[in-house]
């Protein structure tokens, strides 16, 4: 037979509805008084009704969480930071998947406020007027982005692109591509702007080389730009765009790193385990995923306005990158296949027309198709083809 408030209330020596305040109103009971409630619930085992709560308290014990794209690898291991965090702090999370049309997000927002005390968002291409909107429903924090006046978790950007060229430099890399991903999305301004930055500082020429789908696909599609540009080495926008990259070039016979080094971002699983291993800059998606349940936690036991606390500073918190240096990263080899590219501080390159299609300023051969039966490497990274391979870090700047 399952406990009840009276159950707890009897054994505690206190009415049902101090048991009620002090489970659900800690503040408001005598501390010595809510210890010893919370020991007697704990030792009969009473777990209380969210819903009965809920109508007490207005709160439904519910956080939510908006992602762009689940099957992304980029986001298991943050939504499980999230869950097992939030859990601990005994909330329970509602998810939605945008699918990675920003059009509808804010329709998901106001759909999930409705069940949820506060939204963690991962919304990249949202437009600013949407962010604040969504903000005023439920209290908000931001992941991987930022937006005025809302808390957010970022990674630190700059720092990371910093890491990457000065790393590409040291080997002897002088022109680096940069093959970005979606045009609104918030991280590509980001990089793109650290990248200028760093690429000035080194010394390097940095060509951009258009916008593409943060995806497997979207690699293929970015092969021939990276070709006829000339570089020597290429960051990708994310790691799955990086994986295209290296499997295409593979099957048009340019070795990596050999003829060309290649660096993603996001430091997924698979990374580690496909042949090549990927050079990637790590994202600690996991310390991000508990800093968004703290933050969020933070706002909802904040005081509300007009409590004379006087204003509050946005809470933002900035997290540091870490390259990881593998197999597809090398010393400058032989000059790489196709015309070079300008020497200019910055080469931007036409962005695709369409889907798989490349452009470059000037004259340039006609972009070939990839090859066929290019696939996702997560399933060849089953393959009994090698082992995974290790990893060896850079040192923090």
Same mark, same amino acid.
């Given at each position: 037979?399952?406990?009840?408030?009276?159950?707890?209330?009897?054994?505690?020596?206190?009415?049902?509805?101090?048991?009620?305040?002090?489970?659900?109103?800690?503040?408001?009971?005598?501390?010595?008084?809510?210890?010893?409630?919370?020991?007697?619930?704990?030792?009969?085992?009473?777990?209380?009704?969210?819903?009965?709560?809920?109508?007490?308290?207005?709160?439904?014990?519910?956080?939510?969480?908006?992602?762009?794209?689940?099957?992304?690898?980029?986001?298991?291991?943050?939504?499980?930071?999230?869950?097992?965090?939030?859990?601990?702090?005994?909330?329970?999370?509602?998810?939605?998947?945008?699918?990675?049309?920003?059009?509808?997000?804010?329709?998901?927002?106001?759909?999930?406020?409705?069940?949820?005390?506060?939204?963690?968002?991962?919304?990249?291409?949202?437009?600013?007027?949407?962010?604040?909107?969504?903000?005023?429903?439920?209290?908000?924090?931001?992941?991987?982005?930022?937006?005025?006046?809302?808390?957010?978790?970022?990674?630190?950007?700059?720092?990371?692109?910093?890491?990457?060229?000065?790393?590409?430099?040291?080997?002897?890399?002088?022109?680096?591509?940069?093959?970005?991903?979606?045009?609104?999305?918030?991280?590509?301004?980001?990089?793109?702007?650290?990248?200028?930055?760093?690429?000035?500082?080194?010394?390097?020429?940095?060509?951009?080389?258009?916008?593409?789908?943060?995806?497997?696909?979207?690699?293929?599609?970015?092969?021939?730009?990276?070709?006829?540009?000339?570089?020597?080495?290429?960051?990708?926008?994310?790691?799955?765009?990086?994986?295209?990259?290296?499997?295409?070039?593979?099957?048009?016979?340019?070795?990596?790193?050999?003829?060309?080094?290649?660096?993603?971002?996001?430091?997924?699983?698979?990374?580690?385990?496909?042949?090549?291993?990927?050079?990637?800059?790590?994202?600690?998606?996991?310390?991000?995923?508990?800093?968004?349940?703290?933050?969020?936690?933070? &706002?909802?036991?904040?005081? $509300? #306005? !007009? =409590?004379?606390?006087?204003?509050? /500073?946005? *809470?933002?918190?900035?997290? %540091?990158?870490?390259?990881?240096?593998?197999?597809?990263?090398?010393?400058?080899?032989?000059?790489?296949?196709?015309?070079?590219?300008?020497?200019?501080?910055?080469?931007? &390159?036409?962005?695709?027309? $369409? #889907? !798989? =299609?490349?452009?470059?300023?000037? /004259?340039? *051969?006609?972009?070939?198709? %990839?090859?066929?039966?290019?696939?996702?490497?997560?399933?060849?990274?089953?393959?009994?083809?090698?082992?995974?391979?290790?990893?060896?870090?850079?040192?923090?700047?």
């Amino acid at each position: 037979m399952a406990v009840t408030i009276r159950d707890v209330a009897r054994a505690a020596g206190v009415s049902p509805s101090t048991v009620s305040r002090a489970l659900s109103l800690p503040d408001m009971v005598d501390p010595t008084t809510r210890d010893r409630v919370l020991r007697v619930a704990t030792h009969l085992g009473y777990q209380p009704n969210r819903a009965a709560r809920g109508l007490i308290t207005g709160r439904t014990g519910n956080l939510g969480l908006l992602l762009p794209d689940l099957a992304n690898p980029f986001f298991p291991s943050m939504v499980k930071a999230i869950q097992r965090h939030a859990h601990q702090a005994d909330y329970q999370v509602l998810m939605m998947d945008t699918d990675e049309d920003p059009t509808v997000e804010l329709a998901l927002v106001r759909s999930l406020a409705k069940q949820v005390d506060g939204i963690i968002l991962c919304a990249p291409r949202m437009r600013p007027q949407d962010l604040r909107e969504a903000a005023a429903v439920r209290p908000t924090v931001l992941v991987n982005r930022t937006g005025r006046r809302l808390p957010a978790v970022t990674f630190d950007n700059h720092q990371g692109m910093h890491q990457v060229v000065t790393y590409l430099a040291g080997l002897g890399h002088t022109d680096i591509g940069f093959v970005g991903g979606p045009r609104s999305s918030w991280s590509n301004a980001e990089r793109l702007r650290g990248l200028r930055d760093a690429a000035g500082e080194a010394g390097v020429r940095l060509a951009e080389l258009g916008n593409f789908t943060p995806n497997f696909a979207g690699g293929l599609a970015a092969t021939d730009g990276v070709i006829v540009a000339g570089v020597t080495a290429v960051l990708a926008y994310n790691d799955l765009v990086a994986l295209g990259l290296v499997r295409s070039l593979a099957a048009r016979g340019i070795d990596v790193p050999g003829r060309l080094s290649v660096v993603g971002i996001d430091d997924i699983a698979v990374s580690s385990m496909i042949h090549p291993g990927l050079t990637s800059l790590g994202l600690p998606t996991g310390t991000a995923g508990r800093a968004a349940v703290d933050m969020l936690l933070q &706002l909802l036991s904040a005081p $509300g #306005p !007009g =409590s004379g606390s006087g204003p509050a /500073r946005t *809470p933002h918190i900035d997290i %540091p990158t870490e390259l990881v240096v593998r197999e597809t990263t090398g010393p400058v080899g032989p000059a790489p296949p196709g015309p070079k590219a300008p020497k200019t501080s910055a080469v931007r &390159l036409s962005p695709p027309s $369409g #889907p !798989g =299609s490349s452009r470059s300023r000037g /004259r340039s *051969p006609r972009p070939s198709p %990839p090859p066929p039966n290019l696939t996702d490497p997560v399933a060849d990274a089953f393959e009994p083809r090698s082992a995974p391979t290790g990893r060896r870090r850079t040192t923090r700047r």
